[in-house]
């Protein structure tokens, strides 16, 4: 019987995590970046929503 012969091994140019990978590049746009608060409390929740988080 033939064994089947194991893939190649292939290095990766960039030994990077994923988590690395995914990151979106921020240099240069520091000063951009602005997390904006919700200075509202007066906003409505769909019944819907509500007994679908609350089956969960």
């Known amino acids: 019987e033939d064994l089947p012969e194991d893939p190649p091994e292939v290095l990766m140019a960039d030994n990077q995590t994923m988590v690395e ?3 979106a590049p921020t240099k240069g746009y520091e000063d ?12 409505e929740l ?11």
């Not at 769909?46 to 969960?56: E, M, P, S």
């Open 46 to 56: 769909k019944h819907g929503l509500i007994n679908l988080v609350q089956n969960k």
């Open 21 to 23: 990978l995914l990151q």
């Open 32 to 43: 951009a970046i602005v997390i904006l608060e919700i200075a509202t409390n007066n906003f």
